[in-house]
């Protein structure tokens, strides 16, 4: 599947904005396996100094933290949603995190674009990042 254009989208210096102001980072779709890309991103935004919440379908523990199956079971304030799940799932994620009312902003991996659940997240008050990668963008802004 080709990767729809990112219509709403932050640029470097909200990105800079955004982690300075992110303490916690819901995972979504965070893999136990060392070898996937959500693991990885994971681990190093764990290192980097942010509180990692994996949500994945099963298991206990990933990269030591407890693993919740959805946004809405994780207890205290989320900063951010990262996002490793397809495009069409991305608006369940974006639902859940408005409802949660506490998400400061929704992220999507690359190759991961949902205009219309990017719009819903804008218009809900959160920032958005589409199409990129959180590792990244985090190495070469600090």
Not at 10 to 18: A, T, V, W
Not at 88 to 103: K, L, M, N
């Amino acid at each position: 599947m080709e990767c729809e254009f990112a219509t709403v989208n932050s640029n470097q210096e909200q990105m800079r904005e955004i982690f300075e102001n992110t303490k916690t980072i819901a995972v979504i779709g965070c893999s136990p396996d060392e070898s996937k890309a959500s693991n990885r991103v994971a681990n190093y935004l764990k290192n980097a100094g942010f509180t990692i919440i994996p949500v994945y379908p099963k298991g206990d523990e990933i990269l030591g933290e407890k693993v919740y199956r959805s946004l809405k079971e994780i207890p205290g304030k989320v900063d951010m949603v990262d996002i490793f799940r397809k495009p069409e799932v991305i608006g369940q994620v974006v639902d859940a995190a408005i409802e949660r009312g506490d998400i400061d902003c929704v992220w999507t991996q690359l190759g991961l674009v949902n205009n219309e659940a990017a719009q819903k997240a804008v218009d809900a008050g959160m920032k958005v990042v589409q199409n990129h990668c959180t590792k990244i963008e985090h190495a070469a802004l600090f």
